[in-house]
């Protein structure tokens, strides 16, 4: 089990530049992408910028305004606005403070990742199939289609309503 910290006493002024008031704490970076809560105190400002990747704030308390291009919204706990690749961003308080998470995403989409969420299987082989575990050499020979055929049970209307749900 891993556990990592964040909130008051874990964050760092460590924001893109021309911000002002904001404080983070990384969670979570690798290739895929990040996770990092943001501290806004009162009258913060995270100026215009722009990143290659997409990513998602997430607010979780309090409430600010956030820019995406050329508008503008104001925002609240239990909303979140997406901030798309290579478009100009920003986001400040005003007389609130507020928090939030931006969970961004390596490059403009999922292109690069598609299949690993849906959990696509491997192929299994002959070895594989035979042995369980991985056959050294015999990973060209995939396995044949199976036959088979489910063991008779009880059908799930078979109760009566004396006796209660179906197991």
């Not at 901030?83 to 292109?111: I, K, N, Y």
């Not at 035979?130 to 289609?145: E, H, L, M, R, S």
């Amino acid at each position: 089990m891993e556990i990592r910290r964040f909130g008051v006493g874990h964050r760092r002024p460590d924001v893109p530049g021309g911000t002002t008031g904001v404080a983070s704490q990384v969670i979570h970076a690798d290739a895929r992408g990040r996770v990092a809560e943001l501290a806004f105190a009162r009258r913060a400002t995270m100026d215009r910028h722009s990143s290659p990747n997409s990513a998602w704030l997430v607010i979780v308390e309090g409430g600010g305004w956030v820019q995406v291009g050329d508008e503008r919204a104001r925002v609240a706990a239990g909303e979140a606005v997406l901030w798309p690749a290579d478009v100009e961003h920003a986001a400040w308080t005003e007389l609130s403070e507020m928090r939030a998470f931006v969970v961004e995403f390596a490059g403009v989409d999922d292109a690069a990742a598609r299949g690993i969420l849906e959990g696509r299987a491997l192929e299994l082989t002959a070895g594989e199939a035979a042995t369980g575990k991985d056959a050294p050499g015999d990973g060209a020979t995939p396995v044949a289609k199976g036959e088979g055929s489910l063991a008779p049970g009880v059908a799930a209307n078979a109760k009566t309503a004396a006796e209660g749900e179906p197991l």
